[in-house]
């Protein structure tokens, strides 16, 4: 089947440690992002990636970082910097910047 | 930049009767409004999307229309069932998948 997973659908963490969550595609996807949601509110752009070994920030990417070593694979690391990481996290991909994105299930992140 | 609201944030239908959901948006130059169902811990898909070359799109019980000079779309779904129960969410870009901003959500329930 193809798709996006993430991994884990849960995590907690101390304050004050990065932690890193994954996403992989399997769809051959060029296109992929990251987005954060909140309570009552919509999705917002953390960081996106149009081609292997090239990302951009997205509207809300203080305290985050990314990487883009491999097609399937954009994980999204969570530094002690970002002052309320606390929230659910959601990996998308698309085939090119303008055609339909596609979510995985999402992590929730809590932080202690 | 851009700003998208959507009204109403939680909506109570009875089965069998249509669900109506709005967004404004505020960037004239926006020009591709997709919509989105959320369910329970799982990421948004896409159920319909339209472009401002058209003013109404219609896919089986789900239909969108848009208003460019008034700025605004609307999701209708007609004949509810409960499988209809989720969050949606509407977006709009200038084009690609970057520039997509999100509505805040809207809690659909439909009663059976």
């Known amino acids: 089947d193809g798709g996006i997973t993430q991994s884990p659908k849960y995590l907690f963490r101390k304050e004050g440690q990065n932690v890193t969550l994954s996403c992989e595609q399997n769809?051959?996807?060029?296109?992929m992002y990251w987005y954060r949601q909140d309570p009552g509110q919509g999705l917002r752009l953390i960081y996106y990636?149009?081609?292997?070994?090239?990302?951009q920030k997205g509207d809300i990417a203080e305290g985050y970082s990314v990487s883009r070593e491999k097609k399937e694979s954009f994980p999204l690391t969570v530094t002690s910097a970002q002052k309320n990481p606390t929230a659910f996290y959601l990996c998308?991909?698309?085939?090119?910047?303008?055609?339909?994105?596609?979510f995985g299930p999402g992590t929730r992140l809590t932080v202690l | 930049g851009e700003n998208v609201e959507q009204h109403p944030s939680t909506l109570s239908v009875q089965e069998g009767d249509s669900a109506v959901i709005k967004c404004t948006y505020s960037?004239?130059?926006?020009?591709?409004f997709p919509w989105y169902k959320q369910e329970l811990g799982k990421g948004p898909q896409l159920i319909i999307d339209?472009?401002?070359?058209?003013g109404e799109k219609k896919d089986q019980r789900i239909a969108v229309t848009l208003n460019k000079t008034a700025k605004h779309f609307s999701l209708h779904i007609t004949e509810t069932q409960p499988e209809d129960s989720a969050v949606y969410f509407c977006?709009?870009?200038?084009?690609?998948?970057?520039?997509?901003?999100f509505g805040s959500g809207t809690q659909l329930t439909v009663l059976p």
């Open positions: 998308a991909s698309s085939r090119g910047p303008y055609n339909e994105q596609f």
């Open positions: 769809l051959n996807h060029d296109a």
């Open positions: 990636s149009q081609i292997v070994n090239d990302f």
């Open positions: 960037d004239s130059a926006s020009n591709y």
């Open positions: 339209i472009r401002s070359n058209v």
């Open positions: 977006a709009a870009s200038r084009g690609s998948a970057r520039q997509l901003t």
